[in-house]
């Protein structure tokens, strides 16, 4: 059979190519290539996750009922939440710190980084949940009394997810991105579809407390089993020796970040948090159903953003402004047009999507249009927040983030007492674009960098 060759046959079609090839980035440096393929491995790992979730949202929604399913959902959402943020930042600093350490020779401080970092942050989450524990126990009656219980195992399950997210960003910094992401993303949720189904299958009746011990369960295994593949992996390229503590620098580094990265999670939870407050369970599960149906778009910004990070800290380290920003730009591109195509798929089928989580929730399908403008706002700039994070411009970039997390709280307050749903995704949407209009600008100003997904730098 002759083989065709498309471009000498079809000028059409291969002037059609080269041109999404330069759009995409085609003639990618070596660089550039290993992080699309690194990329391409987180986004594979996050869409094959996301099916994950999305299958046990599903199942758990038509187990429980939309009541106890709204529970859990406001109880796991507060573990997403402190879970993330009480790591103090280190699990994104270790994309900054580990590749100093390496490029100064500074072995020691390397070893005591990989072990000290993860003994810090266990024993200040243990602390802190033991104190959340008894403020819980003091609130108890002013709780709703189906909350209390899921609450507390919440509580438990902090420390283990907290060492996780840490071991995490150890792993992206080594490139190593399935032992990074597969123990939470893909083992952490097929372990909670298989304790609920066991569970399910033996005749018990799924409350929100059965949802939330099969949740630990499966967060404090994922994690041990991280940390044993880890520590292996680790012996074999880091050379055994005396460890030293950096612990004043590491927090020096790791603060500012954990503010961004604690008005940044502010910002991506506020909606169903405040929808709670003003609105019933079943409510807030409908909207969590809408939130996780557009978790696709999201998943990109994140591939980008676990695989670029460390290498924005290397070139800016080197000297290295030219190739510096030519990966930006390549960043922000398969960024904002994967996500643009995500977009439209899922609103596309969005319907059917959420009717998979029971008929009720397909009500939710408006909201997922005035969501998805938040989400395609903010994919237009790319990382831009772990680049300036990484080049030293936490604090400004925390600053932003706070701006846009005040904004959201209060135009939910403003919107979902009278709008619902609908209030709660457009006071998201509008946060984000602000904070998307913030973030370029502050780029601009302090790199010089056109960080934006079309257009042309005037510099």
Same mark, same amino acid.
């Given at each position: 059979?002759?083989?065709?060759?498309?471009?000498?046959?079809?000028?059409?079609?291969?002037?059609?190519?080269?041109?999404?090839?330069?759009?995409?980035?085609?003639?990618?440096?070596?660089?550039?290539?290993?992080?699309?393929?690194?990329?391409?491995?987180?986004?594979?790992?996050?869409?094959?996750?996301?099916?994950?979730?999305?299958?046990?949202?599903?199942?758990?929604?038509?187990?429980?009922?939309?009541?106890?399913?709204?529970?859990? *959902?406001?109880?796991?959402?507060?573990?997403?939440?402190?879970?993330?943020?009480?790591?103090?930042?280190?699990?994104?600093?270790?994309?900054?710190?580990?590749?100093?350490?390496?490029?100064?020779?500074?072995?020691?401080?390397?070893?005591?980084?990989?072990?000290?970092?993860?003994?810090?942050?266990?024993?200040?989450?243990?602390?802190?949940?033991l104190l959340l524990a008894g403020?819980?126990?003091?609130?108890?009656?002013?709780?709703?009394?189906?909350?209390?219980?899921?609450?507390?195992?919440?509580?438990?399950?902090?420390?283990?997810?907290?060492?996780?997210?840490?071991?995490?960003?150890?792993?992206?910094?080594?490139?190593?991105?399935?032992?990074?992401?597969?123990?939470?993303?893909?083992?952490?949720?097929?372990?909670?579809?298989?304790?609920?189904?066991?569970?399910?299958?033996?005749?018990?009746?799924?409350?929100?407390?059965?949802?939330?011990?099969?949740?630990?369960?499966?967060?404090?295994?994922?994690?041990?089993?991280?940390?044993?593949?880890?520590?292996?992996?680790?012996a074999t390229t880091v050379d055994?020796?005396?460890?030293?503590?950096?612990?004043?620098?590491?927090?020096?580094?790791?603060?500012?970040?954990?503010?961004?990265?604690?008005?940044?999670?502010?910002?991506? !939870?506020?909606?169903?948090?405040?929808?709670?407050?003003?609105?019933?369970?079943?409510?807030?599960? *409908?909207?969590?159903?809408?939130?996780?149906?557009?978790?696709?778009?999201?998943?990109?910004?994140?591939?980008?953003?676990?695989?670029?990070?460390?290498?924005?800290?290397? !070139?800016?380290?080197?000297?290295?402004?030219?190739?510096?920003?030519?990966?930006?730009?390549?960043?922000?591109?398969?960024?904002?047009?994967?996500?643009?195509?995500?977009?439209?798929?899922?609103?596309?089928?969005?319907?059917?999507?959420?009717?998979?989580?029971?008929?009720?929730?397909?009500?939710? !399908?408006?909201?997922?249009?005035?969501?998805?403008?938040?989400?395609?706002?903010?994919?237009?700039?790319?990382?831009?927040?772990?680049?300036?994070?990484?080049?030293?411009?936490?604090?400004?970039?925390?600053?932003?983030?706070?701006?846009?997390?005040?904004?959201?709280?209060?135009?939910?307050?403003?919107?979902?007492?009278?709008?619902?749903?609908?209030?709660?995704?457009?006071?998201?949407?509008?946060?984000?674009?602000?904070?998307?209009?913030?973030?370029?600008?502050?780029?601009?100003?302090?790199?010089?960098?056109?960080?934006?997904?079309?257009?042309?730098?005037?510099?």
């Amino acid at each position: 059979m002759a083989v065709i060759d498309t471009e000498t046959t079809n000028p059409e079609s291969a002037g059609l190519l080269a041109r999404l090839r330069a759009l995409l980035g085609g003639g990618d440096s070596h660089e550039a290539s290993l992080t699309k393929r690194l990329a391409g491995t987180v986004f594979i790992i996050r869409v094959f996750s996301a099916g994950l979730a999305y299958l046990s949202q599903v199942l758990l929604a038509r187990w429980m009922g939309t009541s106890d399913y709204g529970v859990y *959902v406001y109880v796991w959402t507060w573990v997403l939440l402190l879970g993330s943020m009480m790591d103090f930042g280190i699990a994104v600093s270790a994309q900054k710190l580990i590749p100093e350490y390496r490029a100064a020779n500074q072995h020691a401080l390397l070893r005591g980084f990989l072990s000290g970092s993860r003994w810090l942050t266990f024993a200040v989450s243990l602390t802190v949940s033991l104190l959340l524990a008894g403020a819980v126990k003091l609130a108890s009656p002013w709780i709703n009394a189906d909350t209390v219980l899921p609450l507390y195992i919440g509580c438990l399950t902090l420390p283990a997810f907290v060492v996780a997210n840490v071991q995490d960003g150890l792993a992206r910094s080594h490139d190593w991105m399935r032992l990074g992401l597969m123990p939470q993303f893909v083992v952490r949720q097929s372990l909670i579809i298989g304790f609920t189904a066991g569970a399910f299958a033996l005749g018990l009746k799924l409350t929100a407390v059965d949802a939330m011990l099969a949740s630990v369960a499966a967060v404090w295994i994922a994690m041990i089993g991280q940390m044993t593949v880890l520590n292996r992996r680790l012996a074999t390229t880091v050379d055994p020796g005396p460890k030293a503590y950096a612990v004043k620098n590491w927090l020096a580094v790791s603060l500012p970040i954990m503010l961004v990265e604690s008005f940044y999670l502010l910002l991506s !939870y506020t909606d169903v948090l405040m929808l709670q407050q003003f609105r019933s369970s079943e409510d807030v599960g *409908v909207y969590f159903a809408v939130v996780k149906t557009l978790a696709l778009v999201s998943f990109i910004h994140y591939a980008m953003s676990a695989t670029t990070a460390h290498r924005f800290s290397e !070139y800016h380290t080197a000297g290295d402004k030219e190739r510096l920003s030519a990966y930006v730009a390549h960043a922000i591109k398969w960024t904002f047009w994967p996500s643009l195509a995500a977009t439209l798929v899922l609103l596309a089928l969005g319907e059917p999507l959420l009717w998979l989580f029971g008929p009720q929730f397909t009500g939710g !399908y408006g909201i997922m249009f005035v969501a998805a403008i938040g989400l395609v706002a903010r994919s237009a700039i790319g990382p831009v927040e772990r680049l300036l994070n990484m080049l030293g411009h936490q604090h400004v970039c925390a600053l932003a983030y706070a701006l846009a997390f005040v904004m959201n709280v209060v135009l939910c307050l403003l919107l979902v007492p009278h709008y619902g749903g609908y209030g709660a995704a457009a006071a998201t949407s509008l946060s984000l674009i602000f904070e998307t209009v913030l973030l370029f600008w502050i780029t601009r100003q302090r790199l010089g960098l056109h960080v934006l997904a079309f257009g042309k730098s005037k510099s």
